[in-house]
Nanobody, 118 residues
């Protein structure tokens, strides 16, 4: 069974940094895209960042220049370095990935809470 497991969330003061990690486990051939989304209370889930298998990246305007996505293909992992955090970054952050099983299938992690507050 394929799973995505996030870690690294927590409480941080405004202006601080956090690094989220997400690791894929189970039986699959390879990983295509890897993405991060977030969902704040009372709001819809929103796209944050994506990285292709070749390392190309794209970001939401709200995090461009502050958040940085990277991946470790050897360890089936994706990371989100979050800098200059703001209270409005408070949300549950979700890892999302396309994994080649029999076909390309989309998977979600369980989410990790990030709270930015003084």
């Amino acid at each position: 069974q394929v799973q995505l497991v996030e870690s690294g969330g927590g409480l941080v003061q405004p202006g601080g940094s956090l690094r989220l990690s997400c690791a894929a486990s189970g039986r699959f051939f390879s990983i295509s895209y890897m993405r991060w989304y977030r969902q704040a209370p009372g709001k819809q889930r929103e796209f944050i960042a994506t990285i292709t298998s070749g390392g190309s990246t794209n970001y939401a305007d709200s995090v461009e220049g502050r958040f940085f996505i990277s991946r470790d293909n050897a360890n089936n992992s994706v990371f989100l370095q979050m800098n200059s955090l703001k209270p409005e970054d408070t949300a549950v952050y979700y890892c999302n990935a396309g994994l080649w099983v029999e076909t390309l299938r989309n998977y979600w992690g369980q989410g990790t809470q990030v709270t930015v507050s003084s």
